[in-house]
Nanobody, 127 residues
Framework: VQLQASGGGLVQAGGSLRLACVASGRTFSNAVMGWFRRAPGKDREFVGAISSSGTYTSYTDSVKGRFTISRDNAKNTVYLQMISLKPEDTAVYYC?????????????????????WGQGTLVTVSS
């Protein structure tokens, strides 16, 4: 299984970026997908998650209304659309996949609920 994240970069505060994560090696439509981030000097933090069908999403409070997770199961890809970016959003962003059908959906706020992780993509927001 491979998860390949891309789309990071340098953006000014207030700007937008869209991250993508392409999965291969297993049936993508069976996986709950999550996004996490690790800021310099901080612990890894949950950003958001999306159910296998895309019906359900969950976000950490600090990104609600600014970040949107979506997926295209035909392309084996999950996206993280980020708008109104702030300097505090600066971090390495990781996608993760849970193929073990863990329930309830809310457990996907925890990194231990995922089986596989991507390599990360750096987002830097300048003030």
């Amino acid at each position: 299984v491979q998860l390949q994240a891309s789309g990071g970069g340098l953006v000014q505060a207030g700007g937008s970026l869209r991250l993508a994560c392409v999965a291969s090696g297993r049936t993508f439509s069976n996986a709950v997908m999550g996004w996490f981030r690790r800021a310099p000097g901080k612990d890894r933090e949950f950003v958001g998650a999306i159910s296998s069908s895309g019906t359900y999403t969950s976000y950490t409070d600090s990104v609600k209304g600014r970040f949107t997770i979506s997926r295209d199961n035909a392309k084996n890809t999950v996206y993280l659309q980020m708008i109104s970016l702030k300097p505090e959003d600066t971090a390495v962003y990781y996608c993760a996949a849970d193929w073990s059908m863990r329930t309830p959906f809310d457990v996907h706020r925890y990194g231990s609920s995922y089986d596989y992780w991507g390599q990360g993509t750096l987002v830097t927001v300048s003030s």
